[in-house]
């Protein structure tokens, strides 16, 4: 780094520098441009939405109904299903980047950003590596929108005699596909959206999954009904409390599901969605 602090070069930007080329990158791009305000998206990854483009499982759907999910300004084709694939996610952001006219500044990776009190600047330090060595820039703007979403570190819990375990283990963000664990045992650890996902895909490939489940937890279908569970939940927070729409959506859950207690799995003495506002898990 001392290196490349000799060398680095400065650029002014006439507007927000935006960190990250992921969805709300996009939608804060796209704002911007609508209302003719110069920005400068810096991505470190070689395309816009790298997570989604390279850190996901074949299989995935959007978890909400499509309506929940489009970026503002452009809606989803009619002909888009309720629950869209990823490879249909992902065309939907690239025409969304083509429309706006929104061009992120690749494989640069901001280190750092500091608010200079002297001149009422922001500082934002970050590598470009697209040539064959590293150069260090520093971006100089009135405002910055960190845009870098909350799952773009992955995340490993540490547990006692990992080490002394010679198989495979992975992260969710590695899972592609169920295809190559066809006729093993596999050990999911996690019940959030994608150990759930990722153990039934598991079963689809004649795989042998377990899941181990830390704490307990709320599993909720994803439709009530024929609707999203989600867009009910919402619908009922115009009208009642949030306490009284967590047990009628305990209720509901238990009529489609039934007991979830005899597969291993504990509900919270909490309701789902004030789980959500205080810990930020929810199963949809």
Request: aromatic share 10%.
């Amino acid at each position: 780094m001392e290196v490349l602090r000799q060398q680095r070069r400065c650029v002014w930007v006439n507007g927000p520098v935006i960190v990250g080329a992921g969805p709300s990158g996009l939608a804060v791009g796209a704002c911007l441009r609508d209302d003719n305000v110069p920005f400068m998206i810096l991505e470190r990854s070689d395309c816009i939405a790298s997570l989604w483009q390279k850190g996901m499982y074949d299989r995935l759907k959007l978890h909400l109904p499509k309506q929940f999910c489009q970026l503002p300004k452009l809606s989803f084709p009619e002909d888009f299903p309720e629950y869209l694939t990823k490879n249909q996610f992902v065309g939907y952001l690239e025409s969304y980047a083509k429309k706006f006219e929104i061009i992120p500044r690749f494989n640069e990776c901001v280190q750092s950003a500091w608010y200079d009190k002297g001149c009422e600047m922001w500082r934002v330090w970050a590598v470009n590596s697209t040539g064959d060595e590293e150069e260090l820039i520093e971006y100089i703007c009135r405002w910055i929108v960190v845009a870098t979403g909350e799952n773009a570190e992955t995340v490993t819990a540490e547990i006692d005699g990992m080490e002394e375990y010679f198989g495979p283990i992975i992260h969710s963000s590695e899972y592609k596909s169920g295809e190559t664990y066809q006729g093993k045992q596999v050990l999911v650890v996690g019940a959030g959206n994608s150990g759930m996902e990722l153990s039934l895909d598991l079963c689809h490939h004649r795989a042998f999954p377990s899941m181990v489940v830390r704490d307990s937890v709320h599993v909720l279908p994803r439709e009530i009904l024929g609707k999203s569970t989600f867009l009910v939940s919402v619908m009922m927070m115009r009208w009642v409390p949030l306490w009284m729409v967590d047990k009628i959506m305990v209720f509901l859950a238990w009529m489609v599901l039934g007991k979830m207690n005899k597969y291993g799995l504990k509900r919270p003495s909490i309701g789902p969605l004030q789980l959500k506002n205080k810990k930020g898990s929810l199963l949809f």
